[in-house]
């Protein structure tokens, strides 16, 4: 096995050219394989032939410190060692590296397009995988599937020291964060961040300002991150996905996710980082 650190290089590539070892992550439905005490596993080859975990699905995901990383898949059927456990990556968020995050975030979108894309839309047949781009395709056209990615707008909206924060009702007891949702066919970002806010909260925003992204694999979410002001309107929650919202000053926060988990932490701490430098 190697061993996990915050210097891990991960770069994504379709196909695999290297000679080098490879080294393998393992995960059976969405869940990882960890030790017992929840360090993240990453397999070398030698690792994995003294074990008697039954594996399919194998996909090549890019290079871990130069080294080829491929995914696998344990099989309903096969026993886990003693000292072995699966944990959702929502347990591990804060506790792993960011390049480690971006190869389980690879990983589970991959497994989820493979498992869902087994056969085709028009005829039915089984689908077959493209030899040099990561999609799948079918004789009966010239159609390519590629994974799946969901553009989310996710955006932090201020008044002077004020934050406009929620609370969504599949948060936990009283965690508040950003507002967002998804990018709707024929929208732009802006107009999803002006839609989806009015919508939420009844609240009109101005000077919107592009802040970063993140990729989200809940299941396949591309997290555009924002900046605006509030412009006008009275806080009316829809009821519906948002249950409470209400401004907050930057001194008084309720609790709210951190930048080491989260694009919505890193938007709310950027801010902060603004009015302490004021």
């Not at 194998?58 to 000292?83: A, H, M, R, V, W």
């Amino acid at each position: 096995m190697i061993s996990i650190d915050n210097n891990l290089v991960f770069t994504p590539e379709n196909i695999n050219t290297s000679k080098n070892p490879a080294i393998s992550i393992i995960l059976r439905n969405q869940e990882f394989l960890t030790s017992k005490t929840s360090d993240f596993l990453i397999f070398e080859d030698d690792d994995l032939k003294w074990t008697e975990m039954e594996l399919a699905n194998k996909q090549f995901i890019g290079y871990l410190n130069e080294q080829p990383c491929f995914l696998s898949e344990l099989t309903s059927e096969s026993k886990l060692d003693e000292n072995l456990v699966l944990t959702p990556l929502r347990n591990l968020l804060g506790r792993i590296p960011d390049s480690l995050f971006t190869v389980c975030s690879r990983s589970i979108q991959l497994s989820e397009w493979n498992k869902n894309n087994q056969f085709c839309g028009s005829c039915g047949s089984g689908m077959n995988k493209h030899e040099t781009e990561r999609a799948m395709y079918c004789e009966c056209n010239a159609m390519l599937i590629y994974p799946r990615i969901s553009p989310c707008i996710i955006v932090l909206v201020t008044k002077e020291d004020d934050l406009l924060l929620a609370h969504n009702k599949n948060f936990p007891g009283k965690f508040y964060s950003t507002l967002a949702g998804f990018i709707e066919p024929g929208e732009t970002a802006e107009d999803a961040i002006h839609r989806e806010i009015e919508e939420e909260v009844s609240i009109k925003v101005k000077n919107i300002k592009y802040y970063g992204s993140q990729s989200w694999p809940f299941p396949s979410q591309l997290m555009l991150g924002y900046h605006a002001e509030y412009d006008s309107g009275e806080i009316l929650p829809d009821g519906e996905e948002i249950d409470e919202a209400d401004w907050f000053n930057y001194l008084e926060l309720p609790a709210v996710p951190t930048g080491n988990i989260s694009i919505s932490g890193k938007l709310i701490e950027h801010f902060l980082d603004l009015k302490q430098k004021n």
